[in-house]
């Protein structure tokens, strides 16, 4: 990706250092950044947040999730180095006088600034304001803001306005943690290094498309978060369309921000929109009932510890979107994404279009199309299935499917994948906005799923029961084979 010239930053300031997310990814992949070499030796991470806390404690809360959440060895001297590093202000969020404590922590005025919102995004507008009273905003700063950005088009709005009072859109880096993984970058040199897929990439060659993202976990005791969300808010409305619209952009100029951002942006613009009128047949809501996790007995969601039983939340969504375009008139993109699926299992399937005429139907009546898979996770990596013949001397010309398999981990000799995170963050102190979202992209995609949300809301969809353990209900099957296609499994 290209280089802003913009200076790194060297005062990172997490809110909510001592959340989930922060022990979890935040400060394993700031570790793993240092162990790279990439941070420089005036950075400082300042964790923020209500509790009352000594640095020590927090340098040693800090070392455990180190040893918690990173599975390599940890090299001793590079964690002394990192935790060094570290700061800590307690905070209470909304004392828009307290963030003046702030102010004195912060150690270089001339420094550039990350400040990372890891906190509920309600508070995302308090933060920014004290930040701006304390005079602590200045132009090389950044401000990353997780997601959910709100929890349809008007909230979203709300949050965004409420932070733009303060920062300027240069300056905001939304995440989408998707677009730092290693294996939907790839989908860009996929599909703008290799002619064979550039010029083949369109309704005339491409039957249809398959994007899985299955997950074997539950709610994790995220219940009460989860629930207002569901499955539509949660990953199709960021996670899913990203993955899709870096699929099915048009090749953009160059790889700047905003050029990729213009490109993705078209995409979602141009879903056909899923109304009441056919929200029936285009879409699948499900939840997870009872079920079995590799032999293993697992609660249904609402019998999951703090369930209200009556919840009609969907853990499972599986839709048939289409794009309203010259490349894509046709094709369509089926997403199926849930939670307690049989594995944690993330792929697309491009399906091609089958040959217009068989000469060898004497060995194979109906010869199957080429697909090509890419895997997202695990086990990364591109697959192309392709006809072959088989070596031999019978008369008749025998022939057989079978697939190019380029493993990343073979190909790249178990080099470590790194973490989404790693990247995003990598990025941000850099100062480069690719691989983050833009506001009108985060808008448009609510402007979609709302729809959707809406049109399930006044036709009564109610949620169709699903095994834990299976690949969701089968009304999933139905919606792909009411087109004559079936999911690859
Ligand atoms: C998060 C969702 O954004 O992505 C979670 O809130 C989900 O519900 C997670 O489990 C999946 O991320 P990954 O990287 O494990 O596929």
Redesign the pocket.
């Known amino acids: 990706m290209k280089n802003i010239d913009c200076p790194l930053a060297s005062e990172i300031v997490i809110f909510g250092a001592l959340g989930d997310l922060s022990r979890r990814k935040l400060l394993p992949s700031l570790y793993q950044l240092e162990l790279a070499g990439l941070l420089s030796d005036d950075t400082r991470i300042i964790g923020v947040a209500r509790n009352k806390m000594t640095l020590d404690e927090f340098t040693k809360l800090i070392e455990e999730s180190l040893n918690e959440f990173i599975k390599e060895a940890l090299d001793a001297e590079t964690v002394k180095k990192f935790l060094a590093k570290l700061l800590y202000q307690e905070l209470d969020f909304k004392d828009i006088k307290a963030y003046s404590h702030l102010a004195k922590t912060l150690t270089s005025a001339q420094a550039a600034r990350v400040y990372y919102f890891s906190t509920p995004p309600a508070i995302y507008g308090d933060i920014s304001q004290g930040l701006q009273s304390a005079k602590l905003i200045n132009d090389a700063d950044r401000v990353v803001m997780e997601?959910p950005i709100g929890n349809c088009l008007e909230t979203s709005k709300v949050i965004n306005d409420q932070v733009s009072r303060y920062f300027k859109e240069q300056q905001i880096y939304r995440i989408d943690?998707y677009l730092g993984k290693e294996t939907v970058l790839n989908l860009l040199v996929l599909r703008f290094a290799n002619t064979l897929f550039t010029n083949n990439w369109d309704r005339n060659c491409i039957d249809h498309v398959q994007i899985t993202?299955a997950?074997s976990?539950g709610i994790e005791g995220r219940w009460g978060f989860y629930d207002e969300a569901g499955q539509m808010r949660?990953?199709v409305q960021n996670?899913l369309l990203q993955v899709l619209s870096l699929l099915a952009m048009e090749p953009p100029a160059e790889l700047s921000a905003d050029s990729v951002r213009d490109e993705k942006l078209k995409v979602i613009k141009a879903l056909k929109p899923i109304t009441r009128q056919n929200v029936k047949d285009k879409t699948v809501r499900g939840q997870y009932a009872d079920g079995y996790l590799n032999g293993v007995a697992v609660p249904g969601y609402l019998n999951e510890e703090g369930a209200n039983e009556n919840s009609s939340t969907e853990t499972f969504v599986a839709i048939k979107a289409e794009i309203d375009n010259w490349r894509w008139a046709g094709v369509p993109f089926y997403l199926r994404t849930g939670k307690r699926m049989p594995q944690k299992h993330?792929e697309i399937v491009v399906h091609f279009k089958q040959q217009a005429h068989n000469i060898f139907s004497e060995s194979y009546a109906d010869l199957p199309s080429n697909k090509l898979t890419i895997r997202l996770?695990p086990d990364e990596g591109v697959e192309l299935d392709m006809m072959n013949k088989i070596p031999g001397i019978a008369s008749q010309m025998q022939i057989h499917e079978n697939k190019l398999d380029l493993s990343f981990s073979q190909a790249y000799d178990n080099q470590r994948v790194v973490d989404?995170y790693e990247r995003l963050l990598l990025e941000v102190i850099k100062g480069d906005q690719s691989l983050f979202v833009r506001r009108d992209e985060v808008e448009a995609a609510w402007v979609w799923a709302d729809s959707i949300i809406e049109a399930w809301q006044s036709t009564n969809e109610e949620p169709k029961p699903y095994p834990a353990g299976s690949w969701g209900p089968v009304s999933s099957i139905a919606l792909i084979a009411r087109d004559d296609r079936q999911w690859v499994e």
């Open positions: 997601k943690h993202v997950e976990v949660d990953m996670h993330s996770q989404a």
